[in-house]
């Protein structure tokens, strides 16, 4: 079959075949002239769109590298925890895949779940820094400058980042003695860079001074001493009681209060956990304030946060409390389980 356009000229002759298709009886003369310009013109489309290609990978690049300070967002609010492979899935979800996809970087801005992410991101430095992939540790490095800022601006939780920068410095100190063995993800210099902006911020925080509020009104002095004892048995930490304490004389002699003390060990610590560790004062009397600092020294402190991640048990995503995902159950509510940090860390551990 002829696919070439028939050109007519003196001595041409076309003549049917077998199945009725015209087949030309004369040589074909190819047209060198036009054969060539098609195949520049299919080159430099081919080179066009690789072009195209390049420069969409390098601005997806460019957004990720370390210079950058936007997190990687998704679409998406929650993320599906499969834990291995299946006809349908191939593979099985990581900690730095759930640490990007759960948007950290605003549940900052939200006061209920800012010791959780704050809490989260010790235990990250403390053991699991280096099972983060590198885009997962650029976002931790991006929140935790967000973190900083806030504190900064607010002039809140000053002791707690304190903690967590020490122990995150701590944790970099020793990961990059071992770098011969690959433990971090780049290079060491951009670890070297990091460390000392970790120290930045020590001392940015360190330099915080705490100004009084210019207006003039009721404070915490005023109200009556029930108001006031009331108040300080709502804190959970002892270090804050402790520093409420060095406020004003008044509040002194009421953060020395014996059953307040008491009330805060029963809170954290078993009744077990407080017999194997009894301090009686000079007077013969239990010493609830020096037993609280003995005993967390010795065990864990009960954690408490006002908004958590939730994992559903019936479809498997992991999602902040009132995102919406795609749930099949008649009453998903029910099936959300609270996690707290050391919970989500152990939920990728294989």
Known sequence: MCFLQQRWGTGDSFKNNIIGCKTCTRPVEWSATSFCKKEDHNKENL???????VAAKK?????????????????EKWIYVHKGSTKERHGY???????????FSSAILDSRRFNYVVR?????????????????????????????QKVLEDQQNIRLIRELLQTL?????????????????GNINMWVHRMETI?????????????????????????????????????????????????????????????LWKKLCQYHFTDRQIRKRLILSDKGQLDWKKMYFKLIRCYPRKEQYGD????????????WKGTDHPCTANNPETCSTSLSPQDFINLFRF
């Open 93 to 103: 979800c990581t900690l730095g895949e759930a640490f990007n996809r759960l948007d």
């Open 199 to 259: 120290l930045h911020w020590q001392q940015q925080l360190n330099n915080i001074q705490i100004t009084r509020p210019a207006f003039k009104g009721t404070t915490l002095t005023d109200l009556p001493l029930c108001l006031q004892l009331n108040i300080m048995q709502r804190l959970s930490d002892g270090r804050d009681l402790v520093s409420l304490g060095q406020v004003a004389p008044d509040l002194q002699v009421l953060s020395e209060d014996r059953l």
């Open 120 to 148: 989260l991101l010790e235990l990250i430095a403390k053991s699991q820094l280096t099972s983060l992939s590198g885009i997962a540790q650029k976002n931790y490095m991006n929140i935790l400058e967000k973190v900083v």
């Open 308 to 319: 958590t991640l939730q994992l559903c048990r019936h479809c498997h995503i992991l999602s």
């Open 169 to 185: 410095y701590t944790s970099l100190c020793t990961l990059v003695q071992r770098v011969g063995k690959s433990v971090l993800v």
């Open 47 to 53: 080179f066009n769109s690789l072009n195209y290609d």
């Open 59 to 75: 601005r997806k690049k460019d957004l990720l590298n370390n210079k950058a300070k936007i997190q990687y967002f998704h679409q």
